[in-house]
């Protein structure tokens, strides 16, 4: 089969063929219909330090937003059949150490992530356990079924356990506009948040705009409005700041007005990535306000699955995540898709098995 | 001053004067600008059972749905000045019983509700503490202000507390779509519910279309369907039922209908006052599908009255607000309000300050 | 092997010989080690009316509180291996429906009880699937290790959620007596309960006796107090009622005095089974005062196995359940065991694999 | 009356008379029985940067844990009396603000604290708002009820919220061994913590006997040990690290252990307060685990205080609250009192009403 391969440890990767896979014991196969690029795969093309110090055989097939069909099943598999048309979630547990069993499974003890740490989706075939596949409706556009992954993280961004305080008439603030933050923006929208206030790193036109179509009160320019953005956001909120704020960023300026602006006894989540420490007073930033901080990786299984899908059966909603897939490319232009993200001219970059 | 006043106990009222109330200490007066009729309004003006038992001292105004203007404030009062437009909290409490000290003084140990236990809002002026004022936007309609008290009873029945499991892309049963049950499906469809399905009564053609308007994707009659709703909802929930069931008739069919439609490890709100008790088989209801019920009685305070100003900042849930208040009529036609919701004619009955 | 197994549907059943299980696929074979009576092989023993429906397929194997040593595995199986000591998790789950995928498989679609619904432990082995086997520090006594799953249940009836209201400082009440009430009070002891008030349905001093032992402040023989127990909890608590209360008993009354005891906004946790609907005041019981009430059934699959664990590394609790079992008796004198049970003169009764 | 007053701003405190308090608007006037000291104290005396920030007013009388007897009361006040031995929540708060109305008034927005930010309790007399004052169990030793405000602190570093998750059978570890630390050891113990185990800062042999007395299993000298404390935690909770983690030290090193040991899911309270901004790795720290933080600040009013109530209804409890004060002084003695704890050679000081 045809498959984007990375050959060694180096920048980007090549179109060559390999062996399809087979199923091997509680495996389906999977015929891919539709995949999209995350910021990881750019991370695992560009070789950068985490990609270095994570990715250790070749070759390796990357990529694990994805949609597909599937076409061979192991004969242990029990909840799935061949054509069934299937999304996949994107961690694979060993479903027995102690978060798998306390209802944590997404930060399982021994994580494996699919085309980061066994081979992905960028490519004709790849072979999936029966757990991590999540049946979709037939009917639904496989560039959107393929983004129901991020879609997840979004709504572990805005909801992290059932006990999460609730959103509804709830003033919320969006660090960061890359796919993930215009979702959260979505999300809130349904969910009845009363003031929805985004920033976005600037140079990023698209993004902005999207902020708002998305259903953001206002969208403002971290770079152009640097300090002042605190202020505004006080303003925006009586003076009392938001109720919920979600770093989406992994800039350091953002988080520390994350903290800035979130009401005492507020929550803040934390989803975007740094590159390196980040310097906080701690006092003021989480103690004196007695503020209840989340750490938002992967997405709930499958809680969250649930809960995107129920989100999806509202046509408006499903629109506007289609408008945050900006281009629909062929796998074979892969190298465009990863420019275009780079270059920050792209919402999201879908992929379709052409090659 | 003009006041809507029960002379004696029997049924009806008559419309008198009475001294107008000045403020004791920490209490403001208000001028009515709009007041609203409630099912217990219905209740006292019948002198049904339930009235008998609980009102005891004549002459007594009653009436507690109400927007006003402030006019006279006691020396005590530091939050509030004159001239500012509130609401009231109708539950008048003591601040200092167990309840009222952990954070849930809407079911204070010394209760007492205004209109009911104290003189109400169907006049002229009246009398409120200080704490029982809530301050409105002045641009906000007197009368959508005034429904903020039930509104706030539905944003209760949805979201008991702040670890209440979440709505959004879950699937939801109403039972009983009396005022306090269309708003519940307004605010349902503004926290992202994926399917509102609700049952109504029947022979009410005026609320079934509203809880249409206000977002149900179906609306069972529930007289006509009898026993076919628990299989009607199974089937529109992929069999697994609803993951939360609202109960907001007060019927004992209902009540019953809520538990076999609710999902296992599904909750259910009961909100509807029964006339008598109910036979229930607590094993298969509740027990054998770890059901969680909540009991649901007023609003907590201030939680839900600050969800409920979040949620009327969007103006497509505020227009639907409004639909429901299907007649204004001058105070003095009071007896006209009372008829048109005896005979199932009007969704919610606004009362304009003209005697 | 040696079996006790019901042979047809009738009361009673024989010891006789069955073939010895072998694994199927995901499975283990266990050697018994200890096993324990339960409330539910006392309906078998009597085919009660509960037991006749349920139960179709002759010869079953009933028993299913046990612990034993793994002697046979599946190739599938990883997690676990010969000579390992375990316990039994005894609902058997799909592991894929909408419940077990939503973090609450103990109430699974498609739930089998082991020693129900297929053959148990009442037997020198039994089988098991894997995510069943609960592996057991080697060094605790089995007859202790057999009662984990019910005092699972314990803990489950004390803390049904995760974002259950706490237990400590707080003033408690148990409804009924019976090996779970009893475990509960251990578990409330140890969790920082203020007052832990129990009832016992009378005509039986063991359990009056080993509540107090286990920690109560005080136990009320409820035949014998009638009505005067709610007035007695009132006045113990201040006239404000417990802040939880754990309906053990099953007996209509008691779940009566169940919502009256409780605070308003306090907690009910149902465990005990009815044998016929229950009449209830819904107004009184649950709305007026803002109750929430948990229906309980087994226990969250793992995290009450781990919090089973961590309350019996203590030993002070571990020497207080080791008091409950008041009878150790050999396999075959389980008749003697059901009429100790019966005549209400045990507590909790092992069986030990003496043939 | 004789009171500890700041005259000026620099280091230390003199003795003298100021005239006696009498009661404004919603007052009551308290006689001394006992107070404490906090560590607060020390930095008033010691006059650091933070009390050169924070004081500004002088003469000024500090101390705020407390322990008195009512003796005057202004007329507004209806919940308490003459007579009433009371302890006092030493957070001032308007009452009116977003927070104050949504059940988080420890963290009000315009919140005031009772000697520092208005006159204190080390004197013969104090004045204090009627929602400060908690009523105490006249019986109760005041020493011990003078130290249920930090032991309040306690309890919310223990159970931030209501939707905590549980502590019974759970592994927690503390970071700092000072009073509020010492009394969380004892809080753990009486919630069924399974392993409790502590850090101190070394050379202060006083707390780490009495961590171990509180119920700590392991109390490990954090100087001493220095890195090997994250291995050491590791191995004693088979690897998976801590459920709960409390940091109680302020230390920087100790905040970065804090998050290597608590297992992925699990959560922090950060209650020690840091001299400087921290640099902390988000994304291993928090990230990558999905780890929950909550900053402590106060105590719930009045959650706590209950809480706290129940626990001390406990004699065992009570006991070590009391071995913890390992101090009673005459209030003249106060500079042997402040001594003590910067000599490190003292675990609680009481000060007596003796000049």
Do not use: A, F
């Given at each position: 089969m045809y498959a984007i391969v990375?050959?060694?440890?180096?920048?980007g990767a090549e179109i060559t063929t390999l062996d399809t896979p087979r199923t091997r014991e509680g495996e389906v196969v999977v015929k891919v219909k539709a995949a999209s690029l995350c910021g990881t795969d750019v991370h695992i093309w560009n070789w950068n330090q985490w990609a270095q110090n994570r990715i250790k055989k070749f070759p390796m097939v990357f990529g694990h937003e994805v949609t597909g069909e599937i076409v061979e099943i192991d004969q242990?598999?029990?909840?799935l059949q061949e054509g069934d048309i299937i999304s996949a979630e994107t961690h694979i547990v060993d479903g027995t150490c102690y978060q798998c069993r306390t209802d944590?499974?997404?930060?399982?003890?021994n994580l494996k992530i699919l085309g980061v740490d066994t081979n992905g989706v960028f490519a004709e075939y790849f072979a999936l356990p029966e757990r991590n596949a999540w049946r979709n409706d037939?009917?639904?556009?496989p560039a959107i079924a393929s983004v129901q992954e991020p879609l997840g993280n979004a709504v572990q961004a805005v909801l992290?356990?059932?006990n999460t305080e609730d959103i509804a008439g709830k003033d919320v603030a969006i660090l960061g506009c890359g796919p993930i933050g215009l979702m959260a923006i979505a999300v809130l929208k349904e969910l009845g948040a009363a003031k929805i206030l985004a920033t976005a790193g600037g140079f990023n036109e698209i993004r902005m705009e999207l902020a708002e179509k998305m259903g953001a009160d206002m969208v403002l320019n971290a770079r152009e409005e640097g300090k002042n953005v605190v202020k505004i956001i006080r303003d925006l909120t009586d003076g009392k700041g938001v109720d919920v704020a979600l770093?989406?960023?992994?800039a350091p300026a953002a988080v520390k007005q994350t903290f800035e602006i979130v009401t005492p006894g507020g929550r803040v989540s934390l989803l975007g990535l740094f590159e390196r420490p980040v310097e906080l007073d701690l006092n003021d930033a989480l103690i004196f306000k007695g503020v209840t901080v989340y750490g938002i990786t992967g997405r709930r299984m499958f809680q969250t699955w649930y809960q995107v899908k129920g989100l999806l059966a509202n046509s408006r909603f499903k629109e506007k995540i289609g408008w945050i897939i900006t281009h629909r490319l062929p796998m074979r232009d892969i190298a465009k898709g990863i420019d275009l993200i780079k270059s920050k001219k792209a919402g999201k970059v879908s992929l379709e098995p052409k090659w």
């Open positions: 990375k050959k060694s440890p180096k920048p242990n598999v029990t909840s944590r499974m997404h930060i399982c003890q037939p009917k639904l556009d992290p356990k059932d770093e989406m960023s992994g």
